[in-house]
């Protein structure tokens, strides 16, 4: 082995470790997934040419080769405790009264208010820096030993970034399952007839107790870290307060929430409850409630534990999002994909600050799982933007008098024969003339995150299916004035902003012209990935299943999805008349015949709170369209923060940074500029 070789593979650790970080921590990609996949293929051929070269930390140890036989319990150096809840304010204002009592002193503190995340608690060891353990919180004493699966999760740092590490580290955190990830799975596993996965939370947990840990790595979890205990500090490392230890965290290389704030005293943490009640909903990653921290370490020790609980942090639960109700029917809907979706619908009942009627029951074999009737009580969920769901049956309430529901045979719009292919659970319409799928996919084209057109709502389409105006998405750009006055309840004044609205479509992005076209298993983010990877549609359309699946984020299935729908004739010829109307089928070359700028080219924005004249899709449309990218979380390399009203942390955070704060008005002028 020569010198050269050994400088060359440690090179690569480095690149490597340093794209993933800036990718799955900062969410700031630094290097091309081609060039990732080139480097870490390099990597690992110099690793099998010479073995001793394999280090603990190579980015190649991530995933296992040979499932575990099983799991082994351990004590935690540590002990994890459970938290306190109050369930409002008035339980957090004796929960205050009570440290308080303990002190002997009726002055506040300060408090670290930390949005709650609803996964699986973990605890890391790392020994001169590199990570030697990660367990199961079990009972808080002793948990399974479960490293190997927890070297999956890109946001876990293999080896942390100091320079001087001490020589042990305790890391608390918490894995969870991105919503975009669960819903994607749960899709996989309906189509493939395998039993839904019950919530994000649950399927974290099952995901860190499988033995293989490649099946660990294709769940895709995250990871904040929210505790440090550094049992021999040095003047280094040496803490005295939570926001200090936070701060810490980021800087050893941890991703850490940024939602985080300081609050001077319990009436600030109720402003801080009351906006993420809401603000949470439109988070990727599901919360249950807010945990409260007296910030100074000095007296969190003072206060010490109870048997149970710290009594120093509380957890500030929201009302809760599931909630029994009785079924009063079941009815099917036909979706624009052609799939037979049974609806069940339901003695009103308020669920996560809405009133909840229908909840979706997936197919005809969810509701044999569940031995569902008409009558039946059940247990409904909404979790976030989550459509509300059916998830179990309280079969002990079941009154005589409950009806068995069968599956149509024909489908209820078009009365074509159903059909059920042997990878999918769910029956499906397959003519391609049927009114609900046309329905369906003009409804998908029109709405927010896709092309977002003003003035075509589901009325509207309904009159123009039904009256053969428009027998695809393409024939929108067809429509006149003339011909839409002749509709029920449309003037010319109305008919008028309708157009306007169909033409302003136009200058739509490539992604969001490509996430509105509706191919399985594309969402939103597969649409932007996608768009990354191929800055047109003649590129996309060269592509095969292979160049597909080698996109980071993007599996087999979704490829082949992809694939085949690009191979369709009448899908050629559909992108064909979109591209005669003028849509955009090419990232940022030009849009009604002006060149834009690559004014963004290499900018960072992050947009926060109620921008005054623009909605967030269409800044983010305006920054991605001229070169910029728009990221969730800040770091120090965000350029830009695009803030509006009620800003809320990510403001603070900025500022702290140093992150320049502009409003909407100044993101035009810099356009102008």
């Known amino acids: 082995m020569t010198p050269e070789i050994l400088n060359r593979t440690e090179q690569l650790r480095v690149k490597l470790q340093t794209a993933g970080y800036a990718y799955y921590v900062l969410d700031n990609p630094v290097m091309e997934d081609a060039v990732y ?175 293989d840990p490649k099946m660990v790595a294709q769940r895709k979890l995250d990871f904040f870290a929210y505790t440090l205990q550094i049992p021999t500090t040095t003047p280094a490392t040496e803490l005295h307060s939570h926001l200090a230890s936070l701060e810490m965290l980021e800087r050893m290389g941890f991703k850490v929430n940024s939602h985080r704030e300081l609050c001077a005293d319990a009436a600030k943490v109720g402003e801080y409850y009351d906006l993420w009640n809401t603000d949470r909903l439109n988070l990727a990653y599901m919360t249950d409630g807010v945990v409260v921290k007296i910030n100074d370490f000095a007296l969190q020790q003072e206060l010490g534990f109870t048997n149970k609980f710290p009594r120093w942090a509380v957890a500030l639960k ?132 896709a092309l977002d057109i003003n003035g075509v709502g589901e009325k509207l389409i309904e009159q123009l299916v039904d009256r053969k105006f428009v027998n695809s998405v393409a024939d929108l750009y067809d429509l006149t004035v003339a011909k839409l006055i002749t509709l029920e309840r449309t003037g010319e004044k109305s008919a008028t902003k309708t157009i306007e609205g169909i033409a302003s479509s136009k200058s739509r992005s490539w992604s969001r012209v490509l996430y509105g076209l509706g191919i399985r298993q594309i969402g939103n983010n597969g649409a932007n990935i996608l768009t990354e990877r191929f800055p047109s549609i003649d590129l996309l359309l060269q592509a095969t299943i292979s160049d597909l699946q080698d996109i980071r984020d993007v ?64 800044a983010k449309d305006l920054i991605q369209s001229h070169g910029g990218k728009v990221s969730d979380s800040i770091s120090a390399k965000t350029d830009y923060l695009l803030a509006g009203e009620k800003a809320g942390s990510k403001l603070a955070k900025a500022e702290k940074l140093g992150v320049k704060v502009i409003s909407d008005a100044e993101l035009i002028e810099l356009l102008n500029t």
């Open 318 to 449: 929201y009302p809760a999002e599931e909630a029994p109700t009785r079924v009063l029917d079941i009815s099917v809907n036909v979706g624009r994909t052609g799939a037979i979706t049974p609806l069940a619908h339901l003695q009103p009942v308020q669920l996560g600050g809405t009133t909840v009627q229908r909840a979706t029951l997936h197919n005809g074999d969810r509701i044999a799982q569940l031995d569902l009737r008409i009558g039946d009580t059940v247990i409904v969920r909404k979790a976030g933007e989550i459509i509300p769901e059916v998830v179990r049956v309280l079969t002990d309430l079941r009154l005589p008098g409950t009806v068995e529901f069968k599956m149509p045979t024909n489908c209820p719009v078009c009365d074509s024969v159903v059909v059920k292919s042997e990878k999918e659970a769910v029956l499906r319409c397959n003519n391609p003339s049927c009114a609900a799928i046309l329905k369906g996919s003009l409804v998908h084209w029109v709405s927010r995150d």
């Open 37 to 211: 996949d080139r480097l870490y293929r390099e990597l690992q051929d110099l690793e099998s040419q010479y073995p001793e070269l394999v280090t603990a930390d190579s980015p190649t140890q991530r995933v296992g080769e040979r499932p575990a036989s099983g799991f082994v319990s351990v004590k935690h150096n540590i002990s994890l405790y459970s938290l306190e809840n109050a369930f409002d304010m008035a339980e957090f204002a004796k929960w205050e009264a009570g440290w308080q009592r303990n002190m002997g002193s009726k002055e506040s503190a300060e408090y670290i208010c930390e949005l709650k995340i609803d996964g699986s608690a973990i605890a890391l060891t790392y020994e001169n820096g590199l990570l030697v353990r990660g367990a199961t919180r079990g009972d808080g004493d002793t948990g399974e030993d479960i490293t190997q699966n927890v070297k999956t999760i890109r946001s876990i740092p293999l080896k942390l970034n100091l320079e001087n590490p001490p020589p042990v580290v305790e890391v608390r955190g918490e894995a969870f399952l991105p919503i975009a990830v669960f819903e994607q799975l749960n899709q996989e596993r309906e189509q493939a007839g395998e039993q839904l996965l019950a919530n994000p939370r649950n399927a974290a947990a099952g995901a860190l107790r499988q033995l």
């Open 555 to 618: 599996g087999l299935e979704t490829a082949q999805s992809v694939y085949n729908w690009l191979q369709q004739p009448e899908n050629i010829a559909l992108i064909e008349r979109l591209k005669a109307a003028g849509l955009q089928f090419e990232r940022s070359l030009e849009v009604n015949n002006h060149t834009l700028s690559q004014t963004f080219a290499d900018k960072t924005f992050v947009i926060t709170g109620t921008l005054p004249t623009l909605k967030r899709d269409e």
